[in-house]
């Protein structure tokens, strides 16, 4: 209804100023001492007036109403708006651009398949040849040695990721819920990264027992804790450090718990951590800062159900627990 009036304020707004001219039209016709006639002409004027309103309210009620309360859900029907010229108009026009919008949707849907499946192939056959140059470094001796290794590391983690990342648009085919040892996923991600924990001389201290049971993915679990783990090694600066895991209950819910003695992260980053790409002041110090670790980690646990928080001060370290509830299944 508001819609309505302001569709027609200027059609109103022309009405009333012409309105003077009808007893000014009496005057000059000689009837302007009969005030009764002129308010008779005015009146019937407005009731005309009245009626065509109405007229055209009744008649466009449906396209005001679609146009005043767009629907939630972009694949609801189009309710009808009308029998009127413009409002079987405006219906086609908005049926040609839902089948526009339809039409971009599918192709993009196809192009970003097409994308899935070659990063996909692509990360299968780098396996290869990173498997024959890791042959070959492990039979070399000396820096240079543990220096391919490092880079061979660093490669499989990159292409780990890229993986992971892309499996995210599917990630709905991709997961499957069930009881998951937490002793098991933590050390099965220590043991992927027990290289880097090594030659950044970071002791690893679980405080897990075999009894902590949650419901998870254990292969897309296992993927967040070697993120949140690399990323603890990565900003642990110094020999004798340490990284602890542990588990603890808190309000009925199980909390995964990650402690470094790292060098922390500023204050105003905190806010913008789990933001992709975004690696901060001290983020940008460390060359093997992605910006997508954090990010990831969220997006997974979005979809699985859990969640994810951090703590952090500079230079006393960071502190990641993820608290698995209840399973829901994820919203597609």
């Given amino acids: 209804m508001k819609l309505f009036w302001k569709d027609h304020a200027p059609l109103l707004l022309f009405?009333?100023?012409?309105?003077?001219?009808?007893?000014?039209?009496?005057w000059?016709?000689?009837?302007g001492?009969?005030?009764?006639?002129?308010l008779y002409g005015m009146l019937l004027s407005i009731s005309v007036l009245t009626l065509y309103l109405g007229y055209r309210y009744y008649s466009q009620k449906g396209l005001y109403r679609q146009l005043s309360t767009p629907p939630l859900q972009g694949n609801e029907a189009l309710e009808p708006l009308g029998e009127t010229p413009l409002a079987e108009a405006t219906r086609e026009l908005l049926n040609h651009y839902d089948r526009y919008g339809q039409e971009q949707l599918l192709r993009y849907r196809s192009s970003m398949e097409q994308h899935i499946v070659f990063v996909h192939r692509w990360v299968h056959q780098m396996k290869t040849p990173l498997s024959v140059i890791q042959l070959t470094a492990e039979e070399l001796d000396g820096p240079e040695a543990d220096s391919i290794m490092e880079e061979l590391e660093r490669l499989k983690k990159g292409m780990e990721m890229v993986i992971h990342t892309s499996r995210l648009e599917r990630f709905e085919q991709d997961f499957k819920v069930?009881?998951?040892p937490l002793?098991?996923?933590?050390?099965?991600?220590?043991?992927e990264n027990r290289r880097l924990f090594?030659?950044?001389?970071?002791?690893?201290?679980?405080?897990?027992?075999?009894?902590?049971?949650?419901y998870s993915d254990a292969k897309w679990l296992q993927f967040m804790l070697g993120q949140l783990l690399i990323n603890a090694a990565n900003y642990t600066a110094g020999e004798g450090k340490k990284v602890f895991v542990r588990a603890y209950e808190r309000d009925a819910d199980t909390v995964l718990e990650i402690r470094d003695q790292g060098i922390g992260i500023a204050k105003e980053d905190l806010n913008r951590v789990f933001n992709p790409y975004f690696t901060g002041e001290r983020g940008r110090l460390y060359h093997e800062s992605t910006?997508?670790?954090l990010y990831l980690v969220r997006e997974i646990c979005n979809r699985l159900g859990h969640t994810v928080e951090l703590e952090s001060e500079p230079g006393m370290g960071t502190v990641?627990?993820?608290t698995f509830g209840q399973y829901k299944p994820p919203v597609s």
Avoid: D
Wanted: glycine share 8%; net charge positive.
């Fill in 178 to 180: 069930g009881r998951t």
């Fill in 28 to 31: 000059l016709t000689g009837e």
């Fill in 291 to 293: 910006g997508m670790g």
């Fill in 15 to 26: 009405y009333f100023a012409q309105m003077p001219l009808v007893p000014l039209l009496y």
């Fill in 183 to 191: 002793l098991q996923v933590v050390s099965q991600a220590l043991a």
């Fill in 33 to 38: 001492r009969s005030i009764e006639i002129a």
């Fill in 198 to 214: 090594i030659r950044k001389g970071i002791t690893p201290n679980i405080q897990l027992e075999e009894h902590w049971i949650v």
């Fill in 320 to 322: 990641v627990r993820l």
